[in-house]
C-alpha cells in the first residue's frame, strides 16, 4: 500500500453520510515522508471544490504562518479528520470522524509516519487526546501519541475571527507554537 493508492481508494468512499453531500473527496496532499503532519478538522467550501486540503481563506493564513516560520508547505503533508465537507461547515459528528479516521487518517499515519503531528483546533486535538478539550488550555504543549510529538494548535479559521496581535493574542500564541515546532524540526 501507498498513498497514492490509497487516496484513490478513498475517492470513491461511500462509508458515512457526508459521501452524499460532497462535491470532491478531500484526501490530503504533502510529501509523502514528511516529517511534519497538518491536521484540520474538515474540508470547506473552496477545499470541497478543488479537491485540496487548506486552500480556502484558513489556508492561506496557514501558508501564511508555515512562511515566515520557514516551512515550507511542500515538505509537509496536510490533511484533515474527514475527508468530505460537512455540510455548512457543520463540526463533524463523532460518528463520522470515528468512521473517517480508522479508514484513512490511521492509514496516513502509518505510511508517513510524521515526526510531529500538529492538530489544528479542538476536533483534531481530541483525536490524539482521546476526551474533549479546551484548545486555548491544551494548546503549545508537548503531547505524546504513539511515540509521535504533538503540538495542539488553535485553527487558522479561529484566527481568522481574532485578528489581533497582541501580546497573548491567539495570533501572537500561534506565532510561538510554529517556531516551537520549527525548533523541533531543525
Ligand atoms: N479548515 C479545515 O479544518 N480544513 C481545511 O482543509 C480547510 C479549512
Same mark, same amino acid.
Given at each position: 500500500m501507498n498513498l497514492e493508492l490509497l487516496a484513490a481508494q478513498a475517492q470513491t468512499c461511500t462509508a458515512c453520510p457526508l459521501a452524499s453531500t460532497r462535491t470532491r473527496v478531500v484526501f490530503g496532499e504533502g510529501h509523502p515522508d514528511a516529517k511534519l503532519m497538518i491536521i484540520g478538522e474538515g474540508p470547506g467550501e473552496e477545499e470541497d471544490k478543488t479537491g485540496r486540503p487548506f486552500v480556502g481563506r484558513a489556508g492561506q493564513l496557514l501558508d501564511r504562518i508555515l512562511e515566515a516560520a520557514g516551512i515550507a508547505r511542500e515538505s509537509v503533508y496536510i490533511t484533515n479528520i474527514v475527508k468530505c465537507r460537512p455540510p455548512g461547515n457543520r463540526v463533524p459528528a463523532p460518528d463520522e470522524a470515528k468512521t473517517c479516521t480508522s479508514l484513512w487518517l490511521n492509514k496516513q499515519l502509518e505510511l508517513i509516519r510524521p515526526q510531529i503531528i500538529v492538530p489544528l483546533g479542538a476536533t483534531a486535538c481530541e483525536l490524539f487526546l482521546g476526551e474533549k478539550v479546551a484548545i486555548t488550555k491544551i494548546r503549545g504543549q508537548w503531547l505524546e501519541w504513539q511515540g509521535i510529538k504533538v503540538m495542539p494548535m488553535l485553527h487558522p479559521a479561529y484566527l481568522l475571527?481574532?485578528?489581533?496581535?497582541? #501580546?497573548?493574542?491567539?495570533? #501572537?500564541?500561534t506565532w510561538q507554537d510554529i517556531q516551537e515546532v520549527k525548533r523541533a524540526l531543525d
Open positions: 475571527r481574532n485578528p489581533a496581535r497582541t #501580546a497573548g493574542s491567539p495570533k #501572537a500564541l
